[in-house]
């Protein structure tokens, strides 16, 4: 059981637009630590994604976008991409438990 | 280009202890802005932070953990391990290092490529 719960599968058909949501709570997203997102094909290492709740590192394609409320964050992609099939991680830390702390993880298939 | 590579047996015997160590390249372990972590994923499941060390040998664990791990980091190679003792077929996973700026607000945002470690006797 993670302590930041994602939809186990998500998936849409070319261009469409999906997001997938990272649910936290008050010692985590809600004490305002921040979200990270990661990618990850396979068999291959995660990728940062968007870093500080909504910042892309350099190279990343600005169809994918971050934000956060409350004790939740979200990741879209619209005009989704054959490419875009992957894992995606969501990631911030916890204070009550002192650790870095990862979401479950959220399949994405492009139909 | 940073570059982060796992090194280490890739099958260890139940109640042994797994030695992995994570060269870094490109770029210099005695930073003080960075921290330097482990982070592991077991088959088909996500992904646990494991503990991270600075150039100093300052050294955060996860508590589910703890007991067992020890991280240590040699500026001389440019390198830092991690020791994971007593371990069991859970404890099968992809191994990956990473590092992390300073602060509990930052991201892993370099990563090496990861090793697979299999226990099993």
């Known amino acids: 059981q993670s302590v930041l719960t994602q939809p186990p599968s998500v998936s849409g058909a070319p261009g469409q637009r999906v997001t997938i949501s990272c649910t936290g709570s008050s010692s985590n997203i809600g004490a305002g630590y921040d979200v990270h997102w990661y990618q990850q094909f396979p068999g291959a290492a995660p990728k940062l994604l968007i870093y500080g709740n909504s910042n892309r590192p350099s190279g990343v394609p600005d169809r994918f976008s971050g934000s956060n409320s409350g004790t939740s964050a979200s990741l879209a992609i619209p005009g989704l991409q054959a490419e875009d099939e992957a894992d995606y991680y969501c990631q911030s830390y916890d204070s009550s438990l002192s650790t870095w702390v990862f979401g479950g993880g959220t399949k994405l298939t492009v139909l | 280009q940073l570059q982060l590579q796992e090194s280490g047996p890739g099958l260890v015997k139940p109640s042994e202890t797994l030695s992995l160590t994570c060269t870094v390249s490109?770029?210099?372990?005695?930073?003080?802005?960075?921290?330097w972590a482990w982070i592991r994923q077991p088959p088909g499941k996500g992904l646990e932070w494991i503990g991270s060390i600075n150039y100093s040998g300052r050294t955060y664990y996860n508590p589910s953990l703890k007991s067992r791990v020890t991280i240590f980091v040699d500026t001389s190679k440019n390198h830092f391990s991690l020791k994971l003792t007593s371990v069991t077929a859970a404890d099968t996973a992809v191994y990956y290092c990473?590092?992390?700026?300073?602060?509990?607000?930052?991201?892993?945002?370099?990563w090496g490529q990861g090793t697979l470690v299999t226990v099993s006797s």
């Open positions: 990473a590092r992390l700026a300073v602060g509990a607000t930052t991201p892993f945002d370099s």
């Open positions: 490109g770029g210099s372990i005695s930073s003080n802005i960075y921290y």
